[in-house]
């Protein structure tokens, strides 16, 4: 049963509508009552925990696991995690939630309890998403409803402090209080600490981020490693995890739980290792451990070498390898466990579980499958309310958008059929980000099946005067140049000082691939004689095309014999540099004509 408090607060806190304030990348620290750290944050158009959509909640992350949580909910929104964190991270939050609901979304049981307070208090519920409803996620659970008193309490404290944040904001701006966009650089937030009879105002510093680490079982079944160890070696076997996105019930009244499922396919035969799956592996990796070297031993087979495809697979593996003092390597690609995994979900009618993990609507818990068939016009509101907050973002704090989505935008500008709003807002997106505008209702070959560049705003290049990129340019292992260059020198000077560094001669047609892949036409540069058009080297400065430190492009040099060199932006310097100077030298440059009877690799 909710606590009369807690109504209280739920029913206080919906009438500020702090949601339509703060932003979600935004979040506040509150001290709790009982000494542990909780981090709020407010979302808008949530749309998870019921069979409807625009929901509005309020979210309590406590402790140091809470933030990683928040930490980890806000870089799968901006598209910023591996892919593999990516996949689960709809999975992995931690958090308490007030989500303001229709009526529909609660049981008659809670539908009754929340009209009996508000009658006995002289509330009246009206409107959309009247009714308060208090969930609990945690990592690989499914949400469920809040049930302990203790996280009661922690979440009315979280809610009478965003009432007070409100109260607050009648008077100041978001700025104005530090209630800003938090980034990967954000070093401390807001604090709000109850002190005598009220809240006071403060900073507190953010505990570092911390490195992901999977589980990782400690194989301490000697009987079990001792058995292997007569059993011969064979095969290679490539190893992975499903999670898979059904929960379900270890007990009856038990909160259900997403299983995993971890699969071991013969690399030659793409026989499968029959593993059962298990409820609580983060908990106790050891009881699959074990699991697994009994289907080893039942089968009679020790492997001779275990391929894995993630970071979460090699954690796992590594101290069994290491005790059997078998081979162990990572590898993206993984032909027979991807078979198999392909297999298992058409066994079972999962066909679309691998797409389901990538679509789930991450930082909002899990949604029922009949909340994925939403109206057009319902689709196209959250559509143009996530274009505003792009655009918004972007306005405070530029950042590169991702491909995808752009893409997929530009493709649903070219179709035609939108309305006069959202192509509006999607255009304007284009400007901003520096693509030409797609005539409307253009086919494939009039676009020439690519987007129309621009260039990009002077801003860009006025921000790096005086600043210098330092580049590593590779053409094959142990052959590679370090270059200095002014971040406003035009590509085409790049180009000059990667052929001279190299001892080239300029005698052919050269193009920059910014996305890394050669040849792909999505953000590429070419020399003004083969540009049809395409953009030139000639027209645009290194600071134009978004260089960040880290990022990683191609340089072709030669379309005939295809010269390819890969490149990577070391560090950004506060250095004017007049001329581009080569600054470290390996190995020794191939031919650039060898005799036709040298072999030479150019990998």
């Given at each position: 049963m909710i606590s009369d408090k807690l109504y209280e607060l739920a029913f206080k806190f919906r009438k500020?509508?702090?949601?339509?304030?703060?932003?979600?990348?935004?979040?506040?620290?509150?001290?709790?009552?009982?000494?542990?750290m909780g981090y709020i944050r407010l979302i808008r158009d949530g749309g998870s925990n019921g069979p409807q959509r625009n929901i509005y909640a309020l979210e309590l992350y406590i402790g140091e696991e809470g933030?990683?949580?928040?930490?980890?909910?806000?870089?799968?929104?901006?598209?910023?995690?591996?892919?593999?964190?990516?996949?689960?991270?709809?999975?992995?939050q931690s958090c308490l939630q007030c989500v303001m609901v229709g009526k529909v979304a609660l049981s008659e049981e809670e539908q009754e309890e929340a009209k009996a307070f508000a009658h006995s208090h002289g509330i009246r519920i009206s409107g959309k998403n009247a009714y308060p409803l208090f969930m609990k996620l945690q990592p690989y659970y499914y949400p469920w409803r809040l049930r302990e008193e203790k996280d009661q309490e922690a979440l009315c404290e979280a809610l009478a402090a965003a009432i007070e944040i409100s109260r607050l904001l009648e008077e100041k701006t978001p700025k104005d209080l530090g209630l800003m966009e938090v980034q990967s650089n954000t070093k401390e937030v807001v604090l709000l600490e109850w002190q005598e009879d009220?809240?006071?105002?403060?900073?507190?510093?953010?505990?570092?981020?911390?490195?992901?680490?999977?589980?990782?079982?400690?194989?301490?079944?000697?009987?079990?490693?001792?058995?292997?160890?007569?059993?011969?070696?064979?095969?290679?076997?490539?190893?992975?995890?499903?999670?898979?996105?059904?929960?379900?019930?270890d007990e009856k009244g038990e909160i259900p739980v997403f299983p995993i499922i971890l699969f071991a396919a013969n690399s030659d035969t793409g026989y499968l290792l029959p593993v059962s799956p298990i409820t609580h592996y983060e908990e106790n990796p050891d009881e699959l451990m074990n699991i697994f070297m009994e289907a080893l031993l039942k089968e009679h087979i020790c492997p001779g070498e275990i391929r894995v495809k993630d970071s979460r697979a090699y954690a796992f593996f590594q101290p069994f390898c290491e005790r059997l003092k078998i081979a162990i390597k990572e590898e993206a690609y993984l032909p027979a466990l991807e078979e198999a995994e392909a297999a298992f979900y058409s066994d079972f009618g999962l066909e679309d579980c691998a797409e389901t993990d990538k679509d789930f609507n991450t930082g909002n818990g899990i949604e029922d499958a009949e909340n994925l068939d939403w109206d057009m016009e319902e689709a196209i509101q959250s559509l143009e309310e996530l274009l505003d907050m792009f655009m918004e973002l972007n306005e405070k704090v530029p950042f590169e958008f991702p491909k995808d989505v752009l893409k997929q935008l530009m493709a649903l500008l070219a179709n035609g059929n939108l309305p006069k709003g959202l192509e509006d807002k999607i255009t304007r997106l284009m400007d901003i980000v520096g693509i030409e505008e797609i005539k409307v209702g253009s086919t494939k070959s009039e676009n020439n099946g690519r987007p129309k560049l621009?260039?990009?705003?002077?801003?860009?290049?006025?921000?790096?005067?005086?600043?210098?990129?330092?580049?590593?340019?590779?053409?094959?292992?142990g052959c590679y140049r370090h270059i200095q260059i002014s971040c406003n020198d035009f590509l085409s000077d790049l180009h000059l000082a990667i052929i001279k560094a190299f001892g080239f001669d300029n005698d052919h047609a050269h193009a920059f691939f910014m996305d890394n892949e050669v040849w792909s036409d999505w953000d590429c540069y070419f020399a003004k004689e083969a540009a049809d058009d395409f953009k030139t080297t000639n027209r645009y400065r290194l600071s134009q095309t978004g260089l960040r430190e880290g990022m990683k492009f191609k340089y072709l040099f030669d379309f005939g014999d295809e010269w390819r060199f890969q490149c990577k932006v070391l560090r950004i310097i506060e250095k004017i540099t007049e001329e581009p100077i080569v600054i470290k030298v390996k190995g020794e440059a191939p031919e650039q004509y060898p005799d036709w009877g040298d072999d030479w690799d150019d990998e």
């Open positions: 500020t509508k702090l949601w339509d304030i703060l932003r979600r990348g935004s979040f506040f620290a509150v001290k709790l009552s009982d000494g542990r933030l990683d949580s928040l930490r980890t909910m806000i870089k799968a929104e901006r598209l910023q995690l591996e892919p593999l964190e990516y996949q689960e991270s709809p999975l992995l009220r809240y006071v105002l403060g900073k507190m510093e953010l505990l570092p981020e911390k490195e992901r680490k999977w589980p990782t079982p400690e194989i301490c079944n000697d009987i079990s490693i001792a058995k292997l160890k007569k059993v011969r070696r064979s095969g290679i076997w490539e190893c992975g995890f499903i999670r898979i996105t059904t929960p379900v019930e621009e260039s990009v705003s002077s801003k860009m290049a006025k921000e790096a005067e005086g600043k210098s990129y330092v580049i590593s340019v590779s053409l094959r292992t």
